[in-house]
Each structure stands twice: as C-alpha cells, then as structure tokens.
C-alpha cells in the first residue's frame, strides 16, 4: 500500500499531474462508496458472550390468554419483552393514534426487563419534516412512558417501528435525533428493513439511535406461489445479519414464529393479509395461501449463531409471544425449543377411544413439540358380529361407510378443513368423529396419506 502511495505522490508532482488526479480521484470515490456499502470492509468481529433472547407481545387487547402468556412464558426469555404501547396512522393528512391498555400491575409484578413499542404507519411525504409531526410522536411516547411510571414500572426502551420508504430515512434520523434528546437517558431503538441497507442514510440513521432490530422477515409477492411459503429465508437472513455488523451500531434480530394467511384474487393479485384471528375470505371466492416461519429453518439459525455471530449482534427478539388461541403463532412448546437451537418433532398418535356402551371416539393426540398434520384419511376398522349403528364427524372432518364394499366393518373420516384447521397442536388431543356399535367391539384405526 505505502508503494502505491508514493507513486501516486510522484506522479502528481509530474508535468501529467492533472491526467492523473481524475483517475485517482475516481477511485477514491469508488473505495469510499464500497466501504460504505461494506463490500471491501474486514470481517466483522465475533461475538464471545452468549445469545440473549427476548419476545415480543403486539396484542392490543390485553385479555385473559394475554395476561396468562406474559405471567407464565415471558418470564422464560432472559432478554426480556417488548410490548405494543400504541399505533400512530394519518388519515386525510391528519394524525390519529390508538393506545393499548396495558395491564401496568402485572408488568410491574413480574419486573421482567420490558420495552415499550409505538408503531407507526407510512407518514404523508408533506408532513414527514413538519415540526407538529415530530411534536405528535413525542406527546404519544410521553402518554405511554408516563402511563407505564405511574403503572408502577419503568420502560428499558422506547422502540419505534415505523414503517418508512427507504428514500425517506433522512427524514426519519431527524426524528430520531429530536426524541433521542427528548428521553435520554431511556434507550431508543428503531427496527429497520434489509432494503434500507442499500440506501447511503440508513447509516446515519441507526448511529443516532441507540441501537437497532432487524427484521429478516417479510411476505413476498413471487414466494406466495411456492409448494410451501416461507416468511423468513434463512439464508438471505445470514448474510443480511453480517451485512448489519458492518455499521457499527449493536442490533438485535427479529426472527418470526407466526404465519400469515394470504388472500389473492382470481388475477393472482394479492388482496390481504390475515395475520391475527379467524381465517376469512374463503367464502369471496378468494385464493388463501398460508405463509408460515419454519421452524426448522429457525431452529438451524439460532443453532448457528449460537456458535458464532458478529459481536454488534447482541440476540434475537422472537416475533411473537405465544398466546393460547392464536392459531396463526407457533405454540409455545415449539418456540421454547427453537430458541434452545433444537428442532421440535410432531408425534401424532391415532386413538380409538371406548365410550359408554358401545360408542367409539376416533382422536388425534400430538405427543410431540411441533404441530402435527392430520393424515389425508383415517379408516376405522373392526372384525366380528358387531355392526355400525351411527357414526359422525367432527372438527373439519367427513365420514362415509361402504368405502370398500362392506357396510359393517369399515367407516373411512375424510379430512375436509385446509390451512390451521388440519393440524393438531402439541399436548391436543382433539375428536375427529365417533362410531357406535351394536356391541363392544375393538376398533383399529388406519391412517391414509
């Protein structure tokens, strides 16, 4: 390098000095544009302390099921939580807000170290400099810090999630500087995009934080037609991780245990996203893929940073809190052992279950810690004098007798219900139909795949 250096020097103390200032020049701007872009930058330093893990809770209404998960599961995540405060959104150029009532007794009785989160929608390009937008957000932190001290608990972060176009992050970091200065000393992190890495902002934007998660998920329009959507590709989330370390900012990633429904329409448009509560569309005529976090693949990529991670990657924030009932999540026996790097296994099991009399209940038990599929159909079969009585199906299922020709001895459940409906938690088991018999009679159960 230094000989490089000093025949650069000779030659711009030569008659051809101008000739070669250009070319130097040029160059000098194409390594500070590859240094910025992390492309000729050393690799990053190694993390050596371990992986610390924290969840995220995004419900806005804190029910039963809510307050059971963060009493019960929360606690379990060293990293601690962060929980959904409240929404800012413009309608009509004008700003609105919606507060989450959060149970403040119980967060301060479980004193689990817990950020508070304010979500914010795309911002009017007019208003995104105005000083009464800046203003706005500020007043809604304030509420929430405020409501959460006399609460009886003290936040650890301030988390924004905004949702910015990448060519407004300049705007966005003088958000940042202004409510930094506001609540200093309380921490503000922002959670970023894998685009806006590509943006020459994005790194002044998380210098002025105090830190940043990176959010390796997202539901793409072209994955929506493969065998099996992916919300989060593994691969592209190791190299978006390295490519964060290069910053110099610490970060957390946050890796998905949910799942989206996906509606489209006849066109392959996609008209909506179901990410909470009770699948709908179906009866629109819409088409419905089910974008699903693999947690296999997530399980792989906890194992490996485990292992080894850039040192700015101080752990992972889970996306999102288990809570019974939500069927769209991962149950909480499959997430407390992903985030161990462990790949969970389905176990299920076919149960033909006496009743009174001579009833026959047909279950499925998931003796596992993944979900388990329902096979295709399930064939009841006996042997003897007895004969079928009654039959029914139940939980998404259809029954039909004479499948192969014999009326008495064979009832076949066909599996009727798509998407959450055909798969049978850990630790369920749930009735598929039931048979009743002249008398007592031994009942085998078959499954067809």
Partial sequence: ?????????????????????LPVVAIGLALALAWNFGWIRPAAPRAVMPMRQSVYLWQRAWNEPVRTAVEQRAPQFGGG??????????????????????????????????????????CPKELLSEAATIEYIAKVARDMLASARSGGWEPTELQLDFDSATSRLDGYRRWIEVLSAEFKPLRLTITVLPTWMSSSAFGPLVRATDGFVLQVHSVEKASLEAAAPSLCDARSALSWVEHAAHFG??????????????????????????????????????????????????????ARWMQTRPAAMQGIVWYRLPVDGDRLNWSWPTLSRVVRG??????LVLVARAGDGALVEVVAENHGDLEAELPRAIDARWTG??????????AGMEWQRDVRGDL??????????????????????????????????????????
């Fill in 1 to 21: 390098m230094q000989r490089t250096m000093r025949r650069i020097a000779r030659a711009l103390a030569g008659p051809s000095a101008a000739l070669v200032l």
């Fill in 81 to 122: 939580m962060v929980v959904l405060g409240a929404e800012i959104g413009w309608t009509d150029g004008a700003p609105t807000q919606v507060v989450v009532e959060l149970d403040h007794a119980l967060l301060a009785r479980t004193a689990l170290p817990t950020g508070l989160a304010l979500r914010i929608g795309p």
């Fill in 249 to 302: 900012v610490p970060f957390r990633v946050a890796l998905p245990s949910y799942g989206y429904l996906a509606f489209l329409n006849n066109a392959g448009a996609l008209t909506g996203l179901v990410a909470e509560g009770r699948p709908h569309g179906e009866a629109d005529g819409a088409r419905v893929r089910e974008v699903r976090a693999d947690p296999t693949a997530m399980a792989t990529l906890v």
């Fill in 342 to 347: 462990e790949v969970p296994m389905a176990q």
């Fill in 385 to 394: 004098a007895a004969e079928i009585v009654g039959a029914d199906a139940l």
């Fill in 408 to 449: 008495h001895h064979e009832v076949r459940f066909t599996r009727a219900a798509a998407l959450s409906e055909g798969r049978v938690q850990p630790g369920e088991a749930r009735a598929l139909g039931w048979i009743r018999l002249t008398h007592a009679t031994e009942v085998e159960l078959h499954a067809l795949d």
